[in-house]
């Protein structure tokens, strides 16, 4: 499975792709390491939106369950997201990034805990 992680590198923005590793095998199916989550909210958002300048107010996953949403970088790559994509921002610092909702959509937004006992966030 991967997913599209925003970051920040001194102060820019910019997109990378990641991997989530298999680690635990069920009769279910493959699992990752479990990842410890503070807050899960659901987000519902309109078409034609546009967000000028912004930061990650936390680090949190957005799973986008329907719509689209565009978002450019300080660096100025952009990436629309779509339903079944995965999105990591973590930039919290610097310029930021812009986004713009293209469609109506809905995504579950996972805050990460700050204080993971792997060291992961």
């Not at 199916?29 to 546009?50: A, I, K, T």
Request: glycine content about 8%; charged content about 25%; aromatic content about 10%.
């Amino acid at each position: 499975m991967e997913y599209i992680e925003l970051l920040s590198v001194d102060g820019v923005s910019t997109f990378k792709k990641q991997k989530i590793a298999s680690k635990i095998h069920e009769p279910l199916g493959d699992y990752s390491e479990p990842f410890q989550v503070r807050q899960l909210f659901f987000r519902e958002f309109d078409e034609h939106r546009v967000f000028d300048w912004h930061c990650a107010p936390r680090a949190q996953f957005i799973f986008y369950l329907a719509g689209e949403v565009k978002i450019t970088t300080s660096s100025g790559e952009q990436h629309t997201f779509r339903a079944g994509d995965i999105l990591l921002a973590k930039d919290l610092c610097g310029k930021g990034h812009v986004s713009e909702t293209l469609t109506p959509g809905r995504a579950v937004i996972a805050v990460l805990d700050h204080n993971p006992a792997d060291g992961r966030q």
